[in-house]
């Protein structure tokens, strides 16, 4: 290998930060929590009994798992996770290695802190919150909220933080554990956090009036397949 081959393999990069993976997180758990994947089955996709074993898990395994299910990251997004939970983030450069490994019950640490125990509505739980969100609103007006959402949408999106102050601007009480919901619900259109769209707050929370503006369809059989709590992976 010449000098300058050697010279470049070595060169480091900047330490992953915790604001530099705030955002993937959270896009995480809020698909985790669509699909209904509780935290215990993440743990066991990701300490496997040949991981537990060994007694480590390198970055190069973490990157690989962070791209398939359940967790069906980006390329850029799992390498970064992994990044986070494997190298020293106390040293502000580290060398890019990806045979580089961590004790298992290290990162086992790292990896409930970060993504945390998060919460998995019951059926009961979203009728709840939909139900007390749908008669907000429409108390409110669908007119006067379309307007109230012109402000600050672009091209028919806001971010979570804008959808809040719409509802701050024009006094509606919605609960934290209400807009949590209520992002939730539109993250499933975009899988984009800072994108939610506001039609979908028309399709989900004022679905009487929605479905009577929509074209006549014929019927459509559904299959609905129940989730087992249970089943692994």
């Known amino acids: 290998m010449r000098k300058q081959e050697i010279t470049q393999a070595i060169k480091k990069i900047p330490r992953v930060k915790l604001e530099d993976i705030n955002g993937i997180v959270q896009n995480l758990t809020l698909r985790l929590r669509n699909s209904k994947v509780p935290y215990y089955k993440l743990e066991k996709v990701i ?11 390198s970055l ?14 980006t390329d850029h997004d799992a390498l970064l996770l992994a990044r986070y939970f494997i190298e020293d983030n106390t ?8 045979d580089k490994s961590l004790e298992y019950a290290v990162v086992k640490d790292i990896v409930k802190n970060i993504i945390g125990r998060y919460e998995i509505l019951s059926e009961r739980q979203e009728n709840f919150l939909k139900a007390s969100i749908s008669k907000i609103l429409r108390k409110f007006g669908k007119s006067s909220l379309r307007q109230a959402f012109r402000d600050k ?29 209520l992002v939730l619900r539109l993250f499933l259109y975009t899988n984009d956090l800072n994108k939610l769209p506001t039609s979908g707050i028309f399709e989900i929370f004022f679905e009487e009036e929605f479905k009577k503006e929509e ?19």
């Not at 040949?50 to 480590?56: L, P, S």
């Not at 190069?60 to 069906?72: G, H, S």
């Not at 074209?215 to 992976?233: L, N, R």
């Open 47 to 57: 300490f496997t009994e040949q991981v537990i074993k060994r007694g480590n898990i």
């Open 60 to 73: 190069r395994e973490f990157d690989d798992l962070l791209k398939l299910d359940p967790f069906r990251m």
């Open 91 to 98: 040293q502000e450069f580290v060398i890019l290695d990806m």
């Open 153 to 181: 949408e672009t091209n028919g999106y806001v971010t979570s933080e804008q959808m809040q102050e719409v509802f701050k601007d024009n006094g509606l009480r919605i609960s934290h554990e209400e807009l949590n919901y």
């Open 215 to 233: 074209p006549a369809k014929a019927p459509v059989k559904k299959e609905v397949q129940d989730i087992d709590s249970d089943e692994d992976f």
